[in-house]
Each structure stands twice: as structure tokens, then as C-alpha cells.
């Protein structure tokens, strides 16, 4: 008898500083079985121009999937092309699809926002010490349950 495998998502709190910053980042809970199909949208802080989309696994430091500049992708080398796809609106809003689910996509899920950038291949846009310019909003795990 074959297992059916569940995927979940759902979001975690990292603290109020960051919930009250302003990212939006949408669903906040969501299951679906494998092969199916998962699609996390964040809406970032008015007037910011950059965007990114990070993954962590399990036991694995951060990993830039995707950013955007002005709506633009400028470096989504990180992002696996076969099954993940990231658009950014010029309504400010992007979507991060992931399509069909498979085990090994198990990880946290997050967005940020800058008001610009210097990338220097940082996990995070580094900024001047004091200033918080940038947001995060609390990801999204996506688990596999068995």
C-alpha cells in the first residue's frame, strides 16, 4: 500500500521587530500533498526596490534562490530551474511557485526587502550598522510529513 506524503506549510514567527517591518508574505498555512504545486507570494515594504527570496534546509546555511531590482531578476542562479519559477509584478508583488513538490524542497522559505543593494554574495543585504533598511518577514517551512 503506498504512503501519501504531506507537505505543509506554514509560517514561523521570528519576532515582532520583524512582523512589524511590513513585508507581506502569503500563506501563512498551507498543505498539499507531494506532486502537487505550492505558490508563496510577498509584497514588499512600499519604496523598496529590491526583493529576495531565500531557502534554508535542514542543517544548511541560507541560500539566495532569487533577487529582483525594479521588478527586474538580476541573479537567480540559485534557484532550481526544473521545478521552482519566480516572477515579480509591476504591481509589487512577487510569486515564488514551486511545481510539482517533491521531498527534497522540505525547507524554510523567506522573503526580504531592501531599498537597494551592493550585492557582495552575503546571504542578506549588508547594511550599515544601526540601520535596519531592509525587512524580513517571518518565512514559510515547507515540511514533508509522511
Sequence with gaps: MA??????????????????????????????????GVTLGCEPISGHAVLFWHRQTSGQGWKLLIYFNNQSPVDYSGMPKERFSAEMSDKLFSILKIQPIEPGDSATYLC?????????RHPFPVQKPGSFPFSLQPPAVLSSLS
Design 3 to 36: 504512503t501519501r506524503l504531506l507537505c505543509c506549510v506554514t509560517l514561523c514567527l521570528l519576532g515582532r521587530e520583524f512582523t512589524d517591518a511590513g513585508v507581506i508574505q502569503i500563506p501563512m498555512h498551507k498543505v498539499t500533498t507531494m506532486g502537487q
Design 112 to 120: 526580504a526587502s531592501s531599498v537597494d543593494t551592493v550585492l557582495q
